[in-house]
């Protein structure tokens, strides 16, 4: 059920475009049109949108990453008067859609001069995610004390307890929070087609989608193509960080 739409996928990108339209539809294609894979390369701009996606997701993952983690030990460490009414707080703005904070973060973005750029969708990671934040918190809290007594013992402060214990620790939970946060930035359409308006700038889901209005028509096996491409990264990342992705969650999950 899972893998129905894959294959249908890479079965359509193989054909002509005549053959897509055909019923009932052919699973292996007749002839094999490697050439569209070429195509998508040739004739639409595939590479800018590969390596606009790359760096923005790249640095998105390692802004965000950082911040949720040094947030995170924050709520986990430092006992402060407020921090469990502020820590309920970050967890609410999860429970608010996106769609309530949009027409304002547009306004404040377009006043700071920052549409038509990525400014707006990487800037706001300085701030971490809530999500990766609990997520990271759970995980140190399941850290021993007994580790940070001991570095305060050597004389060592809250940030040689956090860059010496806590993130070599930590690589499971980072990792699990990278691969999220890879996910829902390599495929968000909403932010670049809110902000982004050169076609130059465009990530490779703003460039799927205008794929149409490029031929005039949907040409359904150029586009399968471009989305073959389009998946491979993140399948790719998932596959080798498997093993700390599940270790993260299941960490998480299960202590604090």
């Known amino acids: 059920m899972f893998l129905f739409p894959l294959i249908w996928m890479v079965s359509t990108s193989l054909k002509t475009t005549g053959s ?5 539809q052919t699973w292996i294609p007749s002839p094999v049109e490697w050439i569209n894979y070429v195509k ?13 996606t790359s760096w923005y997701t790249g640095l998105s993952v390692i802004i965000t990453a950082f911040a949720s983690s040094f947030i995170a030990f924050g709520f986990a460490r430092l006992k402060a008067r407020g921090s469990t009414i502020l820590f309920a707080i970050v967890l609410s ?20 001069g920052w549409t038509d750029s990525y400014s707006p969708l990487i ?6 995610s809530a999500f990766l934040i609990f997520l990271l918190r759970q995980f140190y809290m399941g850290i021993p004390r007994s580790l940070d007594e001991a570095v305060r013992m050597d004389g060592g402060g809250y940030f040689t307890i956090y860059f010496k214990i806590i993130l070599p620790l930590s690589v499971p939970a980072l990792a699990t929070a990278g691969v999220m946060e890879f996910m829902y930035r390599w495929n968000d359409l ?49 596959f080798f960080a498997q093993k700390y992705f599940i270790q993260g969650i299941v960490v998480s999950g299960s202590k604090g």
């Open 93 to 112: 703005t999860m429970m608010l859609p996106p769609q309530v904070t949009m027409i304002p973060q547009y306004l404040l973005f377009n006043k700071l």
């Open 40 to 52: 998508i390369f040739t004739d639409f701009p595939l590479l800018t949108y590969v390596w606009n």
């Open 123 to 128: 800037i706001p990671s300085v701030g971490g």
């Open 190 to 238: 909403m932010g670049p087609l809110i902000y982004i308006n050169s076609p130059e700038k465009y990530p490779l889901s703003l460039g799927l989608a205008n794929l149409t209005a490029a031929y005039g028509a949907t040409p359904w096996n150029l586009l399968m193509a471009a989305s073959v491409v389009a998946i491979t990264p993140p399948l790719l990342l998932f």
């Open 20 to 24: 897509v339209q055909k019923i009932p």
